[in-house]
């Protein structure tokens, strides 16, 4: 089975900029793909070529479709879209041979001109079936992935055919795997508003008999239900609901929504019918997140018994500035429709009952959870346990699909061995995606507490298809991760984490589990004791591996906290985490270090040679065959990235194909190689379980497919940008391949600690950093790598700042490889022992005993632990190398000066007195700012290499009196104020002066260091131990400390465990209580690790600062002041401030001198340091703002004979709410020059050597750039070259000008900033009385980039002229680059823009070419005779556009014209380009655009621009203007008439889910509201209005309609909005005014409406392109730009129509709809609400007509009026029924029923006949008329029903749906409920034929069971008469229950006054008269005559049982009575006798 296509030709193929288009036309199928070869440089391309397609023995499907892509080659980049379209695959399938033009559409879904000839032949299967569902629907496998296309990638991807040129179905079953693994990309945790919309619209074959169904929805918590209908098992609801929330991608994409069909009769424990239930990212995987009329199959989880119906939804997930799709039904798509072929269901099968078991055996390393509290008082009292208890009483929860299970609790343990089997019913496959290991803690009085969340996607654990499995996993650990470990009374910011929501911050335990998959039914038993035998079983899957991590920290940059020392943390699980009260603390920090400033912005820590390393000791499982499977995929993934950026380099510079062909070829060789190398399987130790297995099988199925895929594109040969997208979808499948579910090795996580405070982190998966002896090591293993560390949590969202930048290198292995960690250092490790001196001030002196020592006298760094030097004893294998020497803080040698140029040396002169005394010199006369002593001003020493700028001088610019004194009481104790008093005892002032940098080499600054260390000794300061240290002694210094180091070496080569014993000497400072400190002393006693590199290169790095643009606005007056901060290493500069602009162009090199970075210049040239840009706007008062960051990396160069140059590129510019705008800048890293030795300024046992420095290979550095200001400039070579160029400005004019300073802006100008250029326009008036500007054109020469791609932005800058000469700034608007605005220098003869009218003139026939003899034929045409339009109407063209002919076929049977629908607005439509070919509408913002509200639009500038190359001879003459002959720049006075047709998907407004809309259109100060005539409850208002307006463009150009919700109290609400700029409209080129008709007809429903008739309007078009005027010949041809039309080859084919206007006519108007103008057309608009600006709230279809007064009078309007019901009478005559089923037994054993009949039109009242009592043969007599008044759209062939929803209902509700008369017949019972028995459904306009005996009366002469069935129209026929069937569904098969004789009849409103009838036969009883039913005798009610009952129920069955009865009693008492009557002398002789 199969089917081809011939892809003949195209025509009207739009062109490119520059020329044609290299079209090519592409049919995809199912995501397979076949294309045509491509015609160069032509708009009329012919192909003339077949493509195949092998359906892989199934059937064409009637729901699918076949895409026809046209598309434009590209030599470089993705090919462009041109159009596309759908052909039904239903229409190949019931022609098999289809030929066929399409015309095509535009991405966006737009008709175009464009169309494609095709022919299709389709070979269907053996037995005939074209479709029908034979696949059984979508395959609902894992979480829904959808066999959609990712959103991301619009080109799809290509399977390839194969060698007979066809697919194979193993390639196309990989691509919808690929497809579904790349929606499985991650989603952002950031919160944000969503809107799910939820379409209900029917229901189908639900199960039971005369349900009453409705359906309940329910998602985020939120229920809603739909409309009760009644008494039917095929619903239609047709109802929309909403749900919102806040919410982040990745946490709705979990959300469950439910869909579930209740019963409404029954009771709600009886109720469900049937459910459905997915999560959200089922939809949010699909195609715009949305899904359009699927059919979900209803189920039950309690019943088993199979399919209980379908449901039909559609779905959208709607996130901020999604375009929300249309709902609404396509036309024929219900006659077409095959349920089981678009059903959200495993294909081929039902869902089968399922289990899953979980086995979850032991959890380890869960945190603290529970207070101490209890336990500090038990230890007080001596009570309780000894042993410290476990503070956490865990269990654990297992979710799937909305299902929860859990384990039992286990109390105070942090390693809970659960030894659980969990089992969870399900229904497989489930469209949920994720299962949910949640682990809590338990409480007794609180809600239980989340410990954290372990997510396992089923996607990844199973596999769908032939060689799929069933989800498996482990036995393997899964991680927990979530906040912080550290425990918090109250909580935590972060504690959300723990949900599983968001990116978890901290490790917080794992568990042990085994999951299986059982397709059974659900478990008695939910949780059962594991078997003994599997607990032994796993206990092997827990042995662990010794493992280190090792890090090397080389660099610690823009650390944004100071206030306490910095410490990094590096951990893995739980070891190495030192805040963590349950963790035994490990030496895994950093040294703390205080940061220092760099001088300019940022702080660092100066770690310099002397760089710490990290190792933490864990032990984990052997899992290395995993995570090499997984870095050999991600290796062969990076190796084809970087193959392509080499590539598509290559492209870029036009390298001949054959050498990119050459280069694709090499990489598919290189990596089919790589791909047959075998994956890694468990070897020795190392464990694998059945998943592993699984997916070796999984990868390598994979792998084999993508050789077999090269080697088809090897066979086919296809352009290299084809290959090229090939071998990017073949990466993408390979990254896919590479996720590992049993990772049971946690992520390791890097801390800044700040004082012991977590601030930020980063994390790393271990595969990265991994060690590999058979070379699979991680990507960043021993590598450096730059990590920038984020804050945790929400506030990751909201602070803008970097907490830190590190520069470091990993390495993670087994122990035994730890070598290779050593192996790959370019720099000695150096190993040291380390503890703190610490002392404490008392008298003056520094001692260590005393109250306030708080610590030992020798500690660790945290004062906790006693660490004296004595007792440390070097472990096994390792010795001395040296002796204790003192190790300072290396911050201390920084002075207050460092990193500065310039800087201010300060003094303060104290002055004392006594009370009324004079002041004089103090004790201490010289003191700092915190009155600790200085030296003498004149004493203060110059430091070397520095010198003074000016003399001492009093600081004036501070809170001080005349003389520069501030007064206090007392000096010590502060509070300076500038005014004396006489209680004031101390006064001072600051004497400063400025010292600048002269030059400070590094023997000055070491030296400098030197003095520094040894003045100090080493000691750090600070008033308490636990605040900030700090070098320089102060008063207020009460304690200090300093650091001693001791240096140790390994004495063998074998690496030995570095970990010191202690022993006790003297018992000095020991406590009893040291003994639990002592055993912890084991595992803290690590050493400090440094690395001392013995290359250390000096470099300079050269910071290209050209220009930005599209800044963010940051002040009040929408501009900024913007600067850049560069951050190279410990350095960082700042650019010059411009003022107020948008697009600084800084054009500016900085140049970063002594730049140290340590290793060989090799490695740093692979892998240089990262440049960190950031751009601040400058404010005088507060923080500078930021606006912007960017990374990248420069370029290095080693010698000078690299003759690489540096570009300028654009760089994105990025803060906390996207894109910021771009910088444009490049940066050079130059090797100048290298060290012979480093010094260790630290080592006291070394001696100061100078280092001495050369350059490399004796080369000079570049010479500097040239300065402008003193400021370097950015060089020539690298900066963009100039050209001159010419910029013609179009100043239209001012629109929609706000009030700004309370004031109105009347008379603005513009100011234009180009470049270096600006000019102003000129000043308008006053907008008020004209608003366009009285000198619309300017013209700016100024010099330019020559490239495009360097092109400035414009600065467009309003001013507002008011009194007294102000002129504020009012607003701005940043264009950001006027590429688009580029032109030739000449313009062009003729001005046409439009791509296809050059196309549409070469249409017709060149003058004299035609041979045909041309006649001149007459106005007049034949009479013809004018057809009937009672029943046409304007909604007959409109039905008959849409496609919905069948409501209006007597319109489609004349032949008139159609009207164009687009889908959205008419400026959207891209032919028409935005109305903006005149001018562009530019919007002026104000305001702070980092404020929340963002910026303001303040009004429009309406312009537009020309730029062109003008002459480099400045005495040249230039070239014509572009920009002449505008249009009267003065009002213009218009009638506009709006034409309001209908809204669709209006947001609900009502508490009822409804809104009541109504209608207020605005243009200038007029408003007309329509309130009177709103729509009550309806989302769907059919309007019909039109609106006429006069106005005068443009004082009055904005046209505004609004939909309101109509409130009776309150008042009214706004739904949405629109606004449509009727000014573009009547400037445009297009003609937007009044689109032009088809056909030109003078009369009819069709008539012409514009102003101006066609040949007018043509010689008008002409006029303005600059064309020769038609030429008529005679009536029948016309001449167009030299080419000839005529008015045959229009009509050939046409009937004549009695509405024709005259020929001439006729014949312009053809030529007019050849050319590009607007054409008569319908535009949908979208709605719009400032409450919710992100969700458009429904869509408005209308058009508008502009009628200028100076064209004349309007046309007539056209009567849009909405339709109007006509009421009809449905009679219907219940004559008898016949052979139904008798349902009852009567007392006498006889199978009888009471038989009624019952019957209804939707929205009438249910009425029903009297009751045939005991009819005993099922045949029933009644002669009862039913009479349903009804109201009915003939045209349209619906019912319309208008009732009240509820008694308390204002308004009645109008519902339209079939005219379905439904009849039931129906049991009556006495006591119980009356019985159903059978029903029938008869569709009015379609109704089967009665039979005419009883006998023929079958169940096959209905058409839902015989589609031979004849059915006829009710409303044709008027009257039927006979037997209909009525049936019940058991079981799913429907069994006949008997027949009804009827007579139905139906009138029209007139008819029934005149043959008046009633109910029953109640007078007037004709039409027909209707005697009273002849029953049998039998047939009465038993009570209401019981003589009757006695006579006709108890006489005629026991009348002979009677009668002896009765003879019987009267034979007794004749013999009693004659006894008795015997004389009693008798008796005694009878005895005797």
Not at 224 to 244: H, L
Not at 636 to 644: A, N, Y
């Amino acid at each position: 089975m199969s089917f081809t296509v011939l892809a003949k030709k195209a025509s009207n193929v739009p062109k490119e900029k520059f020329g044609k288009s290299d079209p090519y036309c592409q049919i995809v199928y199912q995501g397979q793909k076949q294309k045509t070869k491509v015609v160069k440089d032509s708009d009329a391309p012919e192909w003339n070529e077949t493509l195949g397609f092998d359906l892989a023995g199934k059937a064409l499907e009637s729901t699918e479709s076949i895409t026809v892509e046209l598309k434009d080659w590209e030599r470089i980049g993705s090919d462009k879209l041109l159009g596309q379209a759908v052909v039904p695959a239903r229409d190949l399938i019931n022609s098999k041979d289809l030929e066929l033009s399409v015309k095509l559409s535009d991405k966006n879904g737009r008709p175009t001109e464009t169309t494609v000839d095709l022919q299709l032949k389709y070979v269907a299967p053996a037995s005939g079936g074209g479709g029908g569902g034979g696949s059984g629907g979508d395959a609902v496998d894992g979480g829904g992935d959808g066999e959609d296309f990712d959103e991301d990638d619009p080109e799809g991807e290509i399977d390839e055919p194969g060698p007979d040129g066809k697919p194979t179905a193993a390639s196309a079953a990989r691509k919808r795997k690929r497809d579904r693994q790349k929606m499985k990309a991650k989603l952002s945790t950031k919160p944000q508003d969503f809107q799910v919309r939820v379409k209900v619209v029917e229901a189908r074959q639900l199960e039971g008999s005369n349900v009453h169904p409705v359906c309940k929805l329910t998602l985020f918590g939120e229920t809603k239900t739909t409309r009760v209908k009644k008494a039917t098992g095929n619903p239609i609801w047709n109802e929309v609901f909403y749900y919102s929330n806040n919410i982040s991608p990745a946490e709705i994409v979990d959300e469950m929504i439910n869909f579930e069909v209740y019963n409404s009769k029954k009771l709600r424990s009886d109720a469900l019918i049937g459910s459905f239930s997915c999560d959200c990212g089922l939809v949010y995987a699909m195609s715009k997140h949305t899904v359009l009329n699927k059919w979900l199959l209803l189920s039950d989880s309690e019943d088993q018994s199979g399919v209980r119906g379908y449901l039909k939804i559609c779905m959208a997930i709607l996130g901020p500035g999604d375009e929300a799709p249309s709902f609404k039904a396509k036309p024929g798509d219900a006659e077409h429709e095959d349920i089981e072929s678009n059903l959200l269901m495993p294909a081929g099968m039902t869902l089968a009952p399922a289990n899953f078991i979980l086995k979850a055996y032991s959890a380890e390393d869960l945190p603290r959870m529970d207070s101490a509290m209890m336990e500090g008082v038990k230890k007080f009292f001596g009570v309780g346990k000894q042993k410290p208890k476990e503070l956490s009483d865990p269990y654990m929860t297992f979710s799937f699909a909305g299902q929860t299970v859990s384990t039992k609790v286990l109390y105070e343990t942090y390693s809970p061995e659960f030894n659980q089997e969990l089992k969870l019913a399900f229904k497989f496959p489930s469209v949920a995606e994720n299962l949910t290991l949640r682990m809590f803690d338990w409480d007794r009085i609180s809600a239980h507490d989340i410990i954290a969340s372990g997510i396992v996607s089923v996607s990844q654990i199973s596999r769908s298809g032939d060689d799929g499995y069933l989800p498996t996993f482990g036995p393997c650990y899964v991680n927990f991760y979530g906040s912080t470990r550290e425990f918090s009374e109250l909580g935590g910011d972060n504690e959300y984490l723990n949900k599983g929501n968001g990116e978890g911050v901290a490790y917080r335990g794992r568990i042990l589990v085994e999951l299986k998959t059982n397709l059974e039914e659900k478990a008695e038993v939910d949780v059962v004791d594991c078997d003994p035998e599997d607990v032994t079983r796993i206990s092997k899957y827990m042995r662990r591996h010794r493992f280190m991590l090792n890090v090397a920290f080389l660099e610690a940059t823009m650390i944004c906290d100071t206030d306490a020392p910095v410490e990094f943390e590096v951990s893995i699980g739980t070891y190495g985490n030192k805040l963590d009260d349950t963790v035994m603390p490990t030496a895994s920090c950093t040294q703390p270090t205080n940061a220092v400033f760099d001088g300019c912005r940022y702080n660092f820590l100066p770690w310099e040679n002397k760089r710490p390393c990290i190792s933490v000791e864990s032990f984990w499982e052997d899992i290395s065959f995993r995570i090499d499977t997984i870095n050999i995929l991600l290796g062969i993934v990076d190796m084809m990235e970087s193959r392509f950026l080499k590539i598509k380099t290559a492209q870029k510079a036009n390298l001949p194909e054959i050498e990119i062909k050459s280069m694709l070829y090499s990489l598919m060789d290189e990596l089919a190689v790589k791909l047959k190398q075998p994956l890694p399987r468990a070897t020795g130790s190392q464990l694998s379980n059945e998943l592993d297995k699984l997916q070796l099988l999984n990868r390598e199925t994979e792998m084999a497919g993508i050789i077999e895929d090269m080697e088809k594109v090897r066979l086919r040969d296809p352009e290299p940008a084809e290959i090229l997208t090939e071998l990017s979808t073949l990466a993408e499948t390979l990254k896919a391949q590479a996720v590992e579910p049993q990772n049971s090795i946690p992520d390791v996580f890097i801390w800044m600690l700040v004082g012991n405070k977590r601030t930020a982190y980063y994390r790393l998966p271990v595969h990265h950093i991994i060690y590999s002896p058979d070379g699979h090591s991680g990507k960043y293993c021993a590598k450096e790598m730059t990590v920038v560390l984020k804050h945790p949590g929400q506030k990751a969202h909201r602070e803008w700042q970097i907490p830190a930048k590190l520069r470091l290198k990993f390495w993670f292995g087994k122990k035994q490889f730890e070598e290779e960690w050593t192996k790959c250092q370019t720099d000695d490790v150096v190993v040291m022992a380390e503890t703190y001196e610490n002392q404490v001030a008392l008298l003056g002196k520094w001692v260590t005993r005393g109250p306030a020592m708080t610590r030992p006298k020798f500690s660790d760094s945290t004062g906790k632990l006693k660490l004296k030097k004595e007792s440390f004893f070097p472990p096994a294998g390792w010795e001395w190398a040296g002796d204790w020497h003192v190790s300072p803080e290396l911050s201390l040698i920084y002075n207050r000066d460092a990193g500065h140029k310039s800087f201010i040396e300060d003094v303060y002169e104290l002055q004392t007195r006594i009370p009324a005394g004079p002041w004089h010199m103090a004790k201490v006369f010289w003191t700092d700012a915190l009155n600790d002593t200085m030296p003498a001003k004149e004493e203060v020493e110059l430091p070397e290499g520095w010198e003074w700028d000016n003399d001492w001088s009093v600081d004036m610019n501070r809170g001080v009196d005349d003389e520069g004194f501030e007064y206090c009481v007392e000096s010590t104790i502060g509070g300076f104020g500038p005014v004396e008093k006489t209680y004031h005892l101390s006064r001072r002032r600051r004497w400063i002066r400025q010292r600048t940098m002269v030059a400070e080499s590094n023997a000055i600054k070491e030296k400098r260091d030197q003095e520094a260390l040894k003045a100090s000794e080493g000691w750090e300061y600070a008033p308490l131990f636990n605040m900030k240290f700090h070098g320089k002694e102060s008063k207020m210094d009460l304690v200090r400390r300093r650091r001693w180091h001791r240096k140790m070496k390994a004495t063998g080569k074998e690496s030995k465990p570095c970990t010191f014993s202690f022993g006790d000497e003297d018992g000095d400072d020991s406590d009893d209580s040291d003994a639990e400190e002592k055993a912890k002393a084991g595992c803290l006693a690590a050493p400090r690790m440094f690395l001392e590199s013995t290359q250390v290169n000096k470099y300079q790095l050269r910071a290209y600062i050209y220009q930005a643009r599209s800044l963010m606005a940051a002040d009040d007056n929408a501009r900024s002041d913007p600067y850049a901060v560069v951050g190279f290493g410990t350095q960082s500069q700042l650019t010059r401030v411009l003022d107020k602009t948008l697009s600084p162009m800084w054009d500016q090199t900085l140049i970063f001198d002594e730049i140290t970075l340590y290793g060989p210049a090799e490695l740093v040239a692979q892998n240089p340091p990262e440049v960190v840009i950031e751009v601040f706007d400058k404010d005088l008062i507060g923080k500078d703002e930021f606006l912007g960051r960017t990374i990248c990396k420069p370029m290095v160069k080693l010698s000078m004979s690299d003759e690489r140059t540096c570009v300028l590129q654009w760089h994105e510019l990025i803060n906390r709410r996207g894109n910021a705008g771009e910088m444009l800048a490049s940066f050079e890293l130059l090797l100048a020059g290298q060290a012979a030795s480093l010094m260790d300024l630290t080592d006291t046992e070394t001696d100061a050597m100078q280092p001495t420095s050369q350059l490399m290979n004796g080369e000079d550095l570049p010479f500097a750039p040239p300065k402008r200001n003193d400021l370097y400039i950015v060089p020539t070579g690298i900066r963009p070259v100039m050209r001159r160029t010419a910029v013609e400005i179009l100043c239209w004019g001012m629109r929609n000008m706000k009030r700004y300073q309370l004031l109105s802006i009347t008379s603005p100008s513009v100011e234009f900033e180009i470049g270096d250029a600006v000019i102003q326009s000129p000043i308008i008036k006053n907008t008020k009385k004209n608003p366009n500007f009285s000198n619309a054109l300017l013209f700016v020469d100024t010099m330019l980039p020559k490239e495009e791609y360097f092109m400035p932005p414009v600065n467009l800058r309003v001013r507002d002229h008011r009194a007294f000469g102000r002129k504020p700034t009012v607003g701005m608007h940043v264009i950001r680059s006027l590429e688009k605005y580029m032109v030739s220098s000449t313009p062009q003869p003729t001005y046409i823009t439009a791509s296809n009218t050059d196309q549409v003139l070469m249409d017709g026939s060149p003058n004299g070419d035609n041979p045909e003899t041309i006649v001149d034929m007459p106005d007049e045409q034949k009479a013809l005779q004018p057809p009937d339009l009672e029943d046409i109407d304007w909604w007959c063209k409109y039905y008959t556009s849409i496609g919905e002919e069948d409501k209006a076929l007597k319109y489609v049977e004349m032949g008139l014209d159609s009207v164009m629908i687009y889908d959205g607005p008419l400026e959207s439509v891209p032919e028409f380009d935005g109305f903006t070919d005149f001018c562009d509408t530019f919007e002026i913002f104000t305001g702070d655009a980092d404020d929340d509200e963002g910026q303001e639009v303040i009004g429009e500038f309406k312009g537009g621009f020309k730029v062109y190359e003008l002459p480099e001879d400045p005495n040249a003459p230039l070239p014509p203007k572009h920009l002449d002959a505008l249009p009267n720049p003065d009002p213009e006075e218009c009638v506009v008439r709006v034409y309001l047709i209908q809204a669709y998907d209006l947001q609900p407004a009502d508490p009822n889910g409804l809104a009541d809309p109504y209608l207020e259109v605005t243009l200038g100060k007029k408003s007309i509201s329509l309130r009177d005539s709103y729509k009550p409850n309806t989302l769907n208002p059919i309007f019909g209005e039109m609106l006429e307006f006069k106005c005068h463009i443009p004082l009055q150009k904005d046209l505004k309609i609004v939909v309101k919700d109509y409130d009776l109290l309150t008042s009214d609400d706004p739904i949405g909005e629109t606004i449509i700029d009727l000014e573009n409209r009547y400037l445009s080129q297009y003609r937007a005014n009044c689109g032009v008709h088809s056909v030109y007809y003078t009369s009819g429903p069709c008539q012409w409406r514009d102003a101006c008739k066609p040949t007018e309007i043509l010689e008008a078009f002409c006029k303005r392109h600059r064309l020769e005027a038609p030429v008529y010949g005679g009536n029948t041809q016309v001449t167009v730009a030299g080419r000839r039309h005529t008015l045959r080859e229009y009509e050939q084919n046409k009937e004549p129509s009695p509405f024709w206007g005259p020929t001439k006519e006729r014949l312009a108007c053809y030529v007019l709809n050849r050319l590009p103008m607007v054409k008569e057309h319908i535009e949908t608009r979208i709605l719009r609400n400032k409450l919710q600006p992100a969700f458009d709230q429904g869509k408005l279809q209308c058009w508008v007509d502009i009628f200028p007064k100076s064209l004349g009078p309007p046309g007539p309007p056209v009567d849009i009026s909405a339709r109007i019901p006509k009421r009809y009478e449905l009679r219907v005559v219940i004559w008898n029924t016949t052979e139904v089923v008798l349902d009852e037994t009567n007392l006498m054993g006889e199978q009888m029923s009471d038989i009624y009949v019952k019957g209804w039109l939707p929205g009438t009242k249910k009425q029903k006949t009297d009751v045939h009592y005991r009819s005993l043969d099922g045949d029933g007599n009644f002669n009862w008329r039913f009479v349903f008044p009804f109201e009915y759209l003939p045209a349209e062939q619906v019912l319309v029903d208008k009732k009240k929803e509820h008694f308390w209902s204002l308004d009645e509700t109008e519902e339209r749906t079939q005219p379905i008369f439904t009849v039931q017949v129906w049991d009556n019972d006495f006591i119980s409920a009356d019985d159903f028995l059978g029903s029938l459904e008869l569709n009015l306009n379609c109704m089967p034929k009665p039979a005419k005996t009883a006998k023929a009366c079958k169940l096959t002469q209905l058409p839902d069971f015989n589609n031979q069935a004849k059915c006829v129209s009710l409303f044709e026929q008027k009257k039927l008469n006979g037997f209909w069937p009525v049936y019940e569904t058991v079981q799913g098969q429907p069994q006949l229950q008997g027949k009804v004789e009827m007579e139905i009849e139906i009138v029209t409103a007139k008819e029934a006054e005149e043959r008046p009838t009633a109910s029953a036969r109640d007078e007037p009883n004709m039409h027909p008269k209707l005697d009273p039913p002849n029953r049998p005798a039998t047939s009465f009610f038993f009570l209401s005559n019981p003589f009757k009952s006695c006579k006709h129920i108890i006489w005629r069955n026991y009348k002979w049982r009677i009668i002896i009865a009765l003879l019987t009693l009267l034979l007794i008492a004749i013999i009693v009575v004659f006894i008795y009557s015997f004389p009693k002398e008798i008796w005694p002789a009878i005895f005797k006798g």
